[in-house]
């Protein structure tokens, strides 16, 4: 290992010997007692020498045998290390593609904050470059988020839709102007292409054969039909839910923007849920839904450009976070914003004991973000524990049971 105090965090000094490593309550630590020769040392930790070499600094400053590797143990242990030669083979084949790992640098910088062990968050950032992620509908939301997925090194991401593209479809970051007219699944896996930071490795040996139906480790559905967005119809996510497939809602209706619920079948709410639940609480729900669906399509429907950008931001967020191996808070929940108030709040999807899912008393401990493991610290604290990272069990990347 190579170790590398987190570069991401910065440091400052809160007395004589107490080091507090980041600024925001979400993932600063404290550490100490610290002395002025070991903070010294800490200089040293930059990924740029090995442990041999590092020892033989530690006896040129003074440092008492064992010191070194105490600190270096310490302080991955809380979780403030990284290595900068670490991530096994798919992160040492990013690291010889430097135009790419430029792009995504900042990502990476991000990662190590989420992360613990050294050397994860190369790891995670190369896993992105192998998954595979659909997006259902090519609108103002739907268009951006996939280029964002694509943008933030995720490497495949197919996009569906019909029909041509609309003037009210153009977004910045999404379909651009001169597309008008031109198919709208094609013009946006153009905007995929275009951001992505590099090509995705080649597909190993484990591709599976031409025909088969490859899976998708998430597919975010992202209608520009207003309706599906209020109320997604259990119907068109069956495939998704027989299959086992992880799926995402966002997309904007009327004045409001949503972001989930993220569905994890069989474990926690889905759109069917959703639509019992609703119906439960309102008993015209039903009838009104009927209306909703079987009334006269208006062609420009509300959506407000900076709302749906920010739905498909969110969205994103969430949808990287899951792929990264976290469960996002929209798993069971619906993130909703309104003009103009533009405050977020989120509505639980519970799962409902008669929808045929079976996600009822399920999964509720399982996906419970925020209860994970304590960070720990030499003999330190993080300023503050609520606002501690979430952490949870390990998942690999881009996983949730097979890759259906
Ligand atoms: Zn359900």
Not at 89 to 94: K, M, N
Not at 109 to 122: I, K, Q, R, V
Not at 141 to 161: F, K, M, Y
Not at 301 to 317: P, S, Y
Request: charge should be neutral; aromatic fraction near 2%; glycine fraction near 12%.
């Amino acid at each position: 290992m190579h170790p590398m105090v987190k570069p991401a965090l910065r440091r400052g000094w809160r007395d004589l010997n107490t080091v507090q490593f980041g600024m925001t309550p979400a993932h600063a630590l404290t550490l100490g007692p610290v002395d002025t020769a070991t903070g010294s040392f800490l200089e040293l930790l930059n990924g740029t020498r090995g442990p041999t070499l590092l020892r033989e600094e530690g006896r040129r400053m003074d440092l008492p045998d064992g010191h070194v590797d105490r600190v270096v143990e310490g302080l991955a242990r809380a979780g403030l290390l990284d290595d900068s030669r670490g991530g096994g083979p798919d992160a040492d084949a990013l690291r010889g593609k430097k135009e790419v790992l430029d792009r995504l640098r900042p990502d990476l910088a991000s990662l190590s904050l989420t992360t613990s062990e050294p050397g994860d968050a190369m790891r995670h950032l190369a896993a992105r470059r192998a998954l595979r992620v659909r997006v259902r509908g090519a609108g103002r939301v739907g268009a951006v988020l996939a280029g964002l997925l694509s943008g933030a090194g995720v490497g495949e991401i197919d996009v569906l839709d019909g029909g041509r593209v609309e003037p009210w479809d153009v977004a910045p970051g999404g379909l651009p102007a001169e597309s008008v007219g031109d198919r709208r699944d094609e013009t946006a896996r153009r905007v995929v292409r275009r951001a992505a930071p590099g090509r995705p490795p080649r597909r190993g040996p484990t591709t599976p054969p031409e025909g088969s139906t490859p899976g998708f480790s998430l597919v975010i559905v992202a209608p520009r039909d207003d309706v599906a967005v209020h109320t997604p119809d259990p119907a068109a996510a069956e495939s998704l839910m027989t299959s086992g497939t992880p799926h995402l809602y966002a997309g904007v209706v009327e004045g409001t923007g949503v972001v989930g619920p993220l569905v994890l079948p069989g474990e926690t709410g889905c759109a069917g849920c959703l639509h019992a639940d609703r119906t439960d609480r309102d008993p015209a729900w039903p009838r009104l839904v009927a209306q909703w669906r079987s009334g006269r399509q208006r062609q420009v429907r509300a959506c407000d450009l900076t709302l749906a950008t920010t739905v498909a931001g969110l969205a994103a967020a969430h949808a990287l976070a899951f792929l990264d191996g976290r469960t996002p808070s929209s798993a069971g929940a619906r993130w909703e914003i309104s003009l103009p108030g533009l405050r977020w709040h989120t509505r639980p999807v519970e799962a409902h004991p008669a929808c045929p899912c079976g996600a009822a008393g399920k999964g509720k401990q399982e996906h419970t973000p925020g209860d994970g493991e304590r960070r720990e610290t030499m003999a330190g604290q993080g300023p503050s524990a609520e606002a501690r990272h979430e952490a949870e069990p390990p998942r690999p990347a881009g996983t949730w049971r097979a890759h259906v």
